[in-house]
């Protein structure tokens, strides 16, 4: 277990709202921005909504709806891919390491959070200092397509580990993306990032996989005494 893991939740709000307005600092008047999915990414959000406020003209491409509910609350304005190339993506992560590589997927946007960094010039993760490992190992995140249940769950196996259907309270049946696919969780008992990113790539029937290996172009971590910037 991480030794920060165990930190209070205020404190950790705390450190997230530091994460978050630390990246949002980073954008500049007439940047159009990434906007991530989660708990510490929303910070990043409202802390643009305040400086647009002010009079920063900036424009967001959300990666999911719970994003673009909270910038459109926050009076960002919006665009799509397909007006704009994002100049740098604020987004966070479930877990990062010293190479900066990250899972993410907890909130089932990593589909559209992968595609909108890769389409960044500068890719800027939030996270707070919870989520740091020596080594990755979180379950992985896996969108699927809902046909392709049966052969994905053989792949996953083969390569060591064991698929789960992720399940919500609220609703009846596995959680479905944005995009209208199936949500698993692939765990292993160790793995490493970069091997265990091609094969899942490799694996017919995965729209996108949890790991963004070689992704982030800088991690600003919140900490009970500030913000610490990896790159």
């Known amino acids: 277990m991480n030794p920060k893991d165990d930190a209070g939740g205020d404190d950790r709000e705390e450190m997230k709202r530091r994460a978050g307005e630390s990246a949002a ?51 960002v304005p919006l665009v799509s891919l397909d007006e704009a190339t994002p100049d740098v993506a604020i987004d966070g992560a479930d877990a990062f390491d010293g190479a900066l590589n990250l899972v993410k997927g907890g909130g089932a946007a990593h589909a559209r959070e992968k595609v909108v960094a890769s389409a960044s010039d500068r890719v800027v993760i939030v996270a707070d200092e919870t989520k740091r490992r020596d ?16 052969h994905v769950r053989e792949r996953v196996e083969s390569l060591g580990g064991e698929l789960a259907l992720r399940e919500s309270g609220g609703k009846d049946g596995p959680v479905v993306s944005d995009n209208g696919n199936i949500v698993a969780d692939a765990a292993f008992t160790e793995y490493d990032a970069t091997s265990l ?22 991690v600003h971590v919140g900490r ?3 913000v610490e910037v990896l790159r």
């Open 135 to 150: 080594e990755l190992d979180l379950p992985v995140p896996l969108e699927i397509l809902d046909f392709a249940v049966a």
């Open 197 to 218: 990113a091609e094969a899942l790539d490799g694996t017919t029937g995965v729209v996108e996989h949890g790991l963004f290996v070689d992704t982030a172009d800088e």
């Open 25 to 75: 600092a980073l954008v500049d008047d007439g940047d159009t921005v990434g906007l991530g999915t989660g708990s510490t990414a929303a910070y990043a959000i409202r802390a643009l909504g305040e400086r647009v406020d002010a009079g920063l003209g900036i424009r967001g491409v959300p990666t999911s709806h719970g994003a673009r509910r909270l910038a459109v609350e926050e009076g």
């Open 224 to 226: 009970g005494d500030g």
